[in-house]
């Protein structure tokens, strides 16, 4: 019996964003105009106006509106607070670094959550952390995920990783999940959104190992967390059906070679965290999660969008009756 | 924080039949007359009695004509040969045992090919040890499968433990798997179906622990067996996904604290193999199969009808360019 070569699918993230645009593009057709994102440059980041621009052409090649706004980052606040009133701008993205400091965090929380298409205002993460999907009490709003860990998740679904038989909330129960990177944007948030859906998630970084999850049968409503003191990828990998890695800089590797058999590999960095090899031995290999990213970031817009008609219709409807009581 | 109960999906396998004979349904249908299945009962067993009756019920509930025929085991070979030959029989089941002991295996192998729904005549053994899908060359036939092992494998893909995501024939990549019981009725071809679709299977019997892959990158066309000196479950079930269990009698139990968190828990033995605490800890429980199976049977009677047509039309479309051939 003559060896093959080895059975590897490399997964571009085109494909997937394909799937997820299609997906959008029915959710916009019902809509009365085309929602409008408002993007603000005040970052001298070069990375920042590519990334202005791929916006812009994603937006508009997909049925969104879009307006690039360059401001001095001295004006930004008060710029920001104009569109958040402005009834025409649907959707706020900033691109960050700006002031490359703490002064970006007091940033994002200017932007009006009912605008804040990048999922970073605390009552999202606050909702993403403590597993509470919806923003409202009858569960008709879902609430908005940051964009890059909301990638991974739609990758992770895409490949069949989330077990649709499992009920909504358990579909990664029995996936032991490796996250190389534990930054407060991605890697943090990523681990907890993983734990809460069932999976077991080691997050690691370059201090220490830690494992998320619901703990045996996910008798928790939530994620915790425990340290595993003394812990590093000799121990996660050859356990984890899963290794998504985003280590930033082109010298970190995964060290292949403690790779599960047929594991299923994500590099979420922009650098190839993952030696072209990993195709030995992996089942599945995304090497960049870029343009889901991004349309992750229209899919929240339209989200937000449709939040909001919702909430209009409601209004509109319980309008007619206080009138009445008015009148009585 | 509360702690809740724990999160199992118990799934019976009267649902998962069902999903199978919708499919059987839509096959029947074109058909020109109902597919006859003659029952051949010789045991004294009443097990298989029971089993000719539950046969019985579910095919001629489901579109399909059954006849029972009672034989003297020492005429059964010759009822068989008129059987073989007769244009209005399309399978044969013979309920075992009969002798019990090895005339048993001689009296499969006198069931026509093309009539064994049962997938026990060694040519289907052999190409599903081989690896061999088909039986033709233009790959259009499909080989029948034993129907216990091939009930287990359609519940794997009802259960999406399959990942339709990759292709066919590696669909298990990444996945490994227990099997406890190595029976060459069911443990030792199941196992090599599972390698043989791309998972890593330990399995298990009293003796000891066979490792059965297609290799590192599933470079090899069909699996390998590999002895794992010193093995047993305490070394398989931590790292498995998914426990099958087939051990006869009653006194049989699984250690379940030895189970992976959420790991994938099937019971093929007539007895429960799983305490009810199984349920604590995985992700999914098929506590019985007995129906998937009797349905594969149905499966593999209109699978042999098909491929009879399938070679009618083929015959007959050569046949008019041969009488031309000997005119000429």
Redesign the interface.
Known sequence: ?????????V?LSNKIADTLLSEIHSGLAPLPRKPLLVGFLSSTDPAARVYAEWTSKTATANGFAFQLRTVDREELEDALLTANTDDAVDGIIVYYPIFGNRQDQYLQQIVAVDKDVEGLSHQYIFNMYQNVRFLDPAMTKKSILPCTPLAVIKILE???IY?????YG?RL???TVTVINRSEVVGRPLAALLAND?A?VYSVDIEDVQQF?R????????HEVVEKPGWTLENCLP?S?VVISGVPGDKYKVPLNLL?????CINFSSERNFAPEV???A??YVPAIGKVTIVVLLRNLLRIVQNKIDAKAEADKSTPSEAAQTAA
């Open positions: 019996m003559a060896d093959e070569k080895p059975h590897c699918k997964i895409y490949l069949r077990n649709t038989i499992l009920p358990n129960h029995g996936r069932g077991c999850t703990g045996e049968g996910l008798r928790k409503r939530r356990i059906d599960r058999e047929g594991a299923v195709k030995e031995k089942s599945i």
